[in-house]
């Protein structure tokens, strides 16, 4: 069983920061690839970041990319809890949103946590 809780959440103004954690429980968690996922007031959830396993590997949308990194605890002795992050750097009012983290391609979710920026 694995668990997803998210944090990091809140406002901040337009150019600012955030960084966000998914901690996670469970131990076949490490081994999952992690994604981040956002969704605005009337629109749907959309692709944000995603990681590799291991770490090596990871993806951005177009609209995140050069402000944006995921990034995850190194695989150790203790994998039940592998946290992963979003830092978000230089934000923007469209950035506006509830931030998810994902497990396994969408096999787990966390209940998401609120961003919102201000111009």
């Known amino acids: 069983q694995v668990q997803l809780v998210e944090s990091g959440g809140g406002l901040v103004q337009a150019g600012g920061s955030l960084r966000l954690s998914c901690a996670a429980s469970?131990?076949?968690?490490?081994?999952?690839?992690m994604g981040w996922f956002r969704q605005a007031p009337g629109k749907e959830r959309e692709f944000v970041a995603s990681?590799?396993?291991?770490?090596?590997?990871?993806?951005?949308?177009?609209?995140v990319k050069g402000r944006f990194t995921i990034s995850r605890d190194p695989i150790s002795s203790d994998n039940a809890k592998r946290t992963a992050y979003l830092q978000m750097n230089n934000m923007k009012p469209e950035d506006t949103a509830i931030y998810y983290c994902s497990a396994n391609y969408g096999s787990y979710w966390g209940q998401g946590t609120q961003v919102t920026v201000s111009s």
């Open positions: 469970g131990r076949t968690f490490s081994s999952y690839p």
């Open positions: 990681i590799s396993g291991s770490g090596g590997n990871t993806g951005y949308a177009d609209s």
